[in-house]
Structures are given as C-alpha cells and as structure tokens.
C-alpha cells in the first residue's frame, strides 16, 4: 500500500491540464461543505500548484488542506504565495500535514504567514507501539499546542491505523485521547483508517464527543486496506454524516490516496456521491 512517504515512485496517471474542465459542470453539487486534502493531487501539486489549485477551485472547494511534499509544505510556493494563490481563487487554506521535528519553529511560523488554523502532526513522532511511548507523545502534543497557541494556531494530530494497536488491553490511539488535553490539541480523525483498524468511528464520538473538530473522509477497501471511490469501501458514510454533531466536527476534508482511474474522475465520483445524500 503507498503511503506519503513513498508516494514519488508512482507517476500520476493524467497531468494537470486533463483537469481542465469547465467550473459549471459541477455548479450544482453542494462542496462548500467539504474540503480536499491536497495529498489526493500530490503528483500534480508537485508538477504545477497553482495550475492545480486553479482546477482544485473550479470543482466548488472551498477549503484545503496541504500535505507535506518534497517541495515543502507549500509545494514550493512561499507560504504568502500560498496565502495569495488561494486569496484569489476564493479558497481559505485551513490547515495543514506537518512533522513535529526540529523545524517545528520554522512551521510556525510559516503557518502564520500563510493565514492557516490548524497545524496538524501527520504521523507520531516518535517510535514505540506501547503505551509509555503514547503517554510520552502526549506531553510533547500538549506542549507543542501551548506553543501554537501563542501564535492564535491550533495544533492537532491525523491517526493511521496503527494507532488502534493495543498494550495490555489499552488501545494506544484512547491513550492518547485521554492525556492530551482537549484545548490544547484537537483531533482529526481519518475515519477511513479507523475502520480498517476494525474500529467504529460512532464509538470514539460517544466516547469522546466533541474531541473531532477535523476529520478525513476517506472510504476503504478493506481487503486491500487501500483508499477507494465513496460508496464502494467499508466506510458508513451516510451514517458518518448524520453523527457530525456528536464528533464536534467543523471542517471535512475529502482524501483519497489511490485510485480506480486518476484523482479528478474519484473526486468528481465522491462529489456526486455526497451531493445524492444531501
């Protein structure tokens, strides 16, 4: 299965300009709501950002979110540049994938400069699938979002799904929940790995309510424990969207990593989806 670290060996299977479609042809389904984690157009973010952000906007986004790349956090933009790509194309920047590392300084700061909320940590940031390494990991998520406070950002962290993993019937990922405090470091949750993880996302927002304010919407093959096309995964999305109270979720971003043909034919799938449940 690809993952963000591995993305560059696959080629994309169209480039940015068979993007170019007509912004009316999807006037009518309703993507305010949602936003589009930018990792679902990683090859061609890479290629041309603001060709793609350009296309990006004409499906109806609103809001995105950046993925960490080769280029940087901003596909090789500034983050002013980042800012006054989307100022222009009428899109808000909310948030965006980034490592808790030495550089955390630095990502800040570029948070600022680019008008973003929310900062979130990708991946843990340190290794050990036990609970004292979870509990470590908290402190440092609760320091890091006192740090992104002072700057009026807020700090999160993005699951996987081995964060579900237990130690001594604790599951690792309800660790974390429970020592970071709900102020200081808010949660999205990907509910596509949840369920792979053989989790119900329903359970976490009865158990947690509020603790969710981001999620990724993301449907799963289950056997091949891969992204898929809404509707064909063994995610309950309907079900998802009539518990968004429960969570406290405020901003949805779509994600899909893998794909049945190319990344525009999913998205304009799942949109049409998501606008049949509205």
Not at 34 to 51: C, K, P, T
Not at 70 to 86: I, Q
Not at 117 to 138: F, R, T, W
Not at 155 to 182: K, P, R
Request: proline share 3%; hydrophobic share 35%.
């Amino acid at each position: 299965m690809q993952s963000r670290r591995d993305f560059l060996v696959r080629s994309a299977a169209f480039t940015v300009g068979s993007l170019l479609l007509p912004s009316c042809t999807f006037a009518q389904i309703k993507t305010q709501q949602f936003g589009v984690q930018l990792y679902s157009f990683r090859n061609e973010m890479a290629e041309d950002a603001i060709g793609t952000l350009k296309q990006i906007a004409s499906l109806g986004f609103k809001e995105i979110e950046t993925a960490r790349s080769d280029k940087g956090h901003y596909y090789g933009l500034s983050p002013a540049e980042m800012k006054s790509v989307c100022d222009d194309l009428n899109m808000n920047l909310k948030s965006g994938h980034v490592h808790l590392d030495e550089k955390w300084q630095q990502t800040m700061e570029e948070a600022v400069e680019s008008g973003q909320e929310y900062l979130i940590c990708s991946s843990m940031p340190s290794k050990g699938q036990n609970v004292d390494n979870y509990k470590k990991v908290a402190e440092e998520f609760n320091k890091a979002g006192e740090a992104c406070k002072k700057l009026n950002l807020k700090f999160g962290y993005h699951n996987h799904e081995y964060e579900f993993e237990t130690e001594n019937n604790q599951v690792l990922y309800d660790v974390l929940l429970s020592n970071t405090e709900a102020e200081l470091v808010y949660m999205e949750l990907d509910l596509g790995w949840v369920v792979v993880a053989g989790k119900d996302p329903l359970d976490y927002f009865k158990k947690y309510p509020g603790r969710f304010p981001l999620w990724h919407l993301k449907d799963m093959d289950m056997n091949k424990k891969e992204s898929t096309e809404f509707g064909k995964g063994g995610l309950d999305i309907p079900a998802m969207m009539n518990h968004k109270k429960a969570s406290g979720v405020k901003h949805i971003f779509i994600e899909q990593e893998e794909y049945a043909n190319n990344p525009l034919e999913s998205m304009k799938h799942n949109m049409a989806y998501l606008n049949k449940l509205s």
